[in-house]
């Protein structure tokens, strides 16, 4: 009786082991597809900023994938501060050339589309879009219209973590975070606990680089948010070696937070106060 009851515990545990084998598999297979949302077609059609030029670009990667976007130049003769934009899991960021005028006021601009979104070739991965995002800053600092070092990076979601790690990785002015987290791993262990880390190899880690952060940083939160619960926030802003701006926007959520008029103008005003310090603190 003893060996039969034996049996089924044996049975089931292994029917239980063999289950979390395939799911972690499955997790491991379509990691991919369940961290990045490649969105093809332009959020905007025809965008234009009014207080830009807007001229659509395409650069080269290290590997020599096509990244294609806009880079928007203010209409008072330069040079300018700078900013690069890196969008979210599901953004295509034709809108930011809409926008700029608001966001981004007397501010060249960069926003390409990581690979895989809107006109950008190739796979989306953490890897490539690090060296990508690394490219495109080291390109924009070469741009005669661009002040020297006054550019500032600005990642919404998932391009909070592309912004981290540029911002520890190159000479920013300053940084904004649109609802940021501590890392895509732990934010994958709270919907499935039982993931080992080891699966997932995007993991954009930023809780890890928050320490060598030095440049000023905003911290932009939503109302209500679904998919960055604040204390996913609250473990990376605890790990930021100083002190960053934090706010929270009212009547935002996780999607509507870069469109709304307020998250805009208070970008606007944080980097506006931040590239006119920039030149008394150089001296």
């Known amino acids: 009786m003893k060996y039969i009851k034996y049996k089924k515990v044996t049975g089931m545990g292994g029917i239980v082991a063999l289950g979390w084998l395939i799911f972690t598999t499955a997790v491991a297979v379509s990691q991919r597809k369940l961290i990045f949302k490649p969105v093809r077609s332009r959020e905007v059609e025809h965008p234009h900023s009014i207080g830009h030029r807007s001229r659509l670009i ?44 608001r966001m981004f006021p007397n501010m060249t601009v960069l926003a390409i589309n990581y690979r895989g979104y809107g006109d950008s070739e190739g796979v989306p991965g953490e890897q490539k879009m690090i060296e990508d995002a690394q490219m495109l800053f080291d390109w924009f600092a070469e741009h005669r219209h661009i002040l020297a070092g006054q550019i500032a990076v600005v990642g919404r979601s998932l391009g909070s973590g592309v912004a981290v790690q540029i911002a520890v990785s190159r000479p920013v002015a300053a940084v904004v975070l649109i609802t940021p987290y501590d890392s895509v791993l732990a934010l994958a262990k709270r919907r499935f606990p039982s993931i080992p880390g080891f699966v997932l190899k995007h993991r954009f880690d930023s809780v890890k680089h928050a320490p060598s952060l030095s440049a000023p940083a905003f911290i932009i939160r939503a109302a209500t948010d679904d998919v960055v619960p604040a204390s996913h926030t609250d473990l990376l802003v605890a790990k930021l070696t100083t002190t960053p701006q934090d706010e929270t926007i009212p009547g935002s959520d996780h999607y509507n937070i870069p469109y709304l008029e307020a998250t805009q103008q208070r970008i606007a005003e944080f980097l506006t106060a931040k590239f006119k310090k920039a030149p008394e603190s150089a001296d």
């Open 58 to 101: 395409a650069l080269r990667s290290i590997d020599g994938t096509r990244l294609s976007g806009w880079l928007l130049t203010p209409r008072v003769p330069g040079p300018h501060p700078a900013v690069v934009y890196f969008g979210g899991r599901s953004e295509e960021v034709s809108w930011v050339a809409r926008d700029a005028w």
